[in-house]
């Protein structure tokens, strides 16, 4: 099991799978952008700005799944001590931060002719800018606190604080009367109200965007595991 986590056995893994996702990137992403753009119809009510959905959602779902993954492995960093869980944290996290400012952004884009503002202080909204800031801070301790075990400590410490909002944004147009539209698509709960013909261009979106994260992944956990080497060569 150790050497399954060991940057160094899977080296040569990582830059297989980089070449893999780069051979078949462009390929799905014509596709998922024909289906969106062309091939999806019109929304009733919003018309053709409901195709800013496809990145919209995506980016949300990735933005919220990707903060829970930074928190589980922060908690298995406590536990455990093992510090090349906290090197995937670190990897990962500017992608969470890419894609809630992607979210936030898609999202007043979203706003501006489906409500007539771009930007409105209800609480799905609200609640998205505090996952900005505490992915924000967390980067920001890893990057500025000098001392890599403080570093480690006080940045698990901000995720774990912030683990609170993950619900907060889930459950805001439950638990609140926003301007933010119901939940749609429920994959565990209910029925689904989106159409058939919006779900597939929506899911191949998510597909290529969960792609375009994995490449980004494993380049930046490829540097850090170069870095890593030659901070250690330095030590010899």
């Not at 829970?68 to 990897?91: A, G």
Request: some cysteine; aromatic content about 14%; hydrophobic content about 55%.
């Amino acid at each position: 099991m150790i050497n399954l986590i060991n940057p160094s056995k899977i080296f040569k893994w990582i830059e297989n799978s980089i070449k893999f996702i780069n051979s078949i990137f462009f390929i799905l992403l014509l596709i998922a952008l024909t289906f969106a753009l062309i091939f999806s119809p019109p929304d009733y009510l919003q018309g053709d700005s409901v195709r800013i959905m496809y990145v919209h959602v995506p980016s949300a779902w990735i933005s919220l799944s990707t903060y829970s993954c930074i928190v589980f492995l922060s908690i298995l960093t406590f536990i455990f001590k093992t510090k090349n869980l906290m090197l995937i944290s670190k990897s990962i996290a500017p992608i969470g931060l890419l894609f809630t400012f992607l979210a936030i952004v898609t999202g007043a884009l979203w706003g501006k002719p489906t409500w007539g503002v771009l930007w409105a202080w209800d609480a799905r909204l609200t609640s998205m800018i505090i996952l900005f800031v505490f992915y924000t801070l967390y980067i920001a301790s890893i990057k500025f606190i000098k001392q890599e075990d403080k570093a480690h400590k006080i940045s698990s410490i901000i995720a774990i604080l912030g683990l609170i909002n993950i619900p907060i944004i889930k459950y805001s147009v439950d638990w609140w009367n926003t301007l933010h539209q119901p939940q749609s698509i429920k994959f565990l709960e209910g029925t689904s109200t989106i159409h058939s013909s919006m779900m597939l261009p929506l899911m191949l979106m998510l597909l290529v965007l969960l792609l375009y994260c994995a490449l980004i992944f494993l380049m930046k956990y490829k540097t850090e595991i170069i870095r890593i080497k030659k901070k250690n060569i330095k030590r010899l």
